[in-house]
């Protein structure tokens, strides 16, 4: 009992300390951490849509974890099937719906990126997904924003080739 008791509040006074370090952030340096985001994202998705897979991922730690599909993979294993699959596509389209940034500490943001992305495959095929949800986390380190978790969310509908 006397251990839960210690983790709890070992767990509440982390947790106020984030939560101070937070709210000591400026209404300007809140904006100035998304712009700095949202211009890696738009690094990101342009990236994306000319199929650099490596590119995009330069944005990312190499302890980068990602979770998709009911997996957890490190960067490596992300990075293959991304630049795997892209060898399968024909182009994507990537449409920005909304970003919202939680805020945890001064180098320490989540951000959620909700959007639409519309791939065609060589093949014909075409997926869409609509919603696609990504919700990061990045860290500042030496100077420089970097995802160090990744979660995507979205069921893709898919078109084959010839059907309407």
Request: aromatic share 10%.
């Amino acid at each position: 009992m006397k251990a839960n008791t210690f983790v709890a509040v070992l767990l509440l006074t982390c947790l106020a300390c984030t939560s101070r370090q937070s709210d000591q952030l400026t209404q300007q340096q809140k904006d100035q951490i998304k712009d700095e985001l949202k211009a890696i994202g738009d690094s990101v998705i342009a990236r994306w849509e000319r199929l650099d897979a490596v590119g995009a991922l330069e944005y990312y730690s190499p302890d980068l974890l990602v979770a998709a599909d009911s997996l957890l993979i490190d960067f490596q294993v992300y990075k293959k099937g991304w630049v795997d699959f892209n060898t399968s596509v024909a182009s994507i389209k990537v449409t920005p719906i909304r970003e919202d940034f939680t805020f945890i500490t001064n180098d320490v943001v989540i951000w959620t990126w909700f959007g639409k992305d519309e791939t065609t495959l060589k093949t014909g095929d075409k997926e869409t997904y609509n919603p696609h949800t990504y919700v990061s986390v990045f860290k500042k380190v030496a100077g420089q924003w970097r995802g160090i978790y990744l979660c995507s969310s979205g069921t893709p509908v898919v078109q084959k080739a010839g059907k309407k």
